[in-house]
């Protein structure tokens, strides 16, 4: 199994990107693993298998933070290779509609 890491960085707009709630769902349907950011707006999962993934806002985080469109990133766990898969930082911003 693999780690995977990263962070959210979330726009003036957003107060904060700490307890985000995070899914990370196999591509395929399968499984679904859940987390929270930290304070500082790091992530990470544990135990991931090999596999395709995609990773996105918890619709509850969403719409708490004003997001209508969140981020979903794909993420790819290999077999081979590194046991940290580390992911570049994910932006966080609001849709222009949403109130202040």
Known sequence: TREITGTLV???RIATAAGVG???REVDGGALNVTRTF???AFYFG???PGD???TLAKSSATALGI???P???VVV????DAIVELPPIALQRDPAASP
């Open 53 to 55: 993934y995609r990773l």
């Open 72 to 74: 979903q990133v794909e």
């Open 10 to 12: 979330p726009e003036a």
């Open 22 to 24: 995070l899914e990370l």
């Open 68 to 70: 209508t469109t969140p």
């Open 39 to 41: 304070s500082d707006g």
């Open 78 to 81: 290999g077999a081979d290779g």
């Open 47 to 49: 135990r991931v298998r």
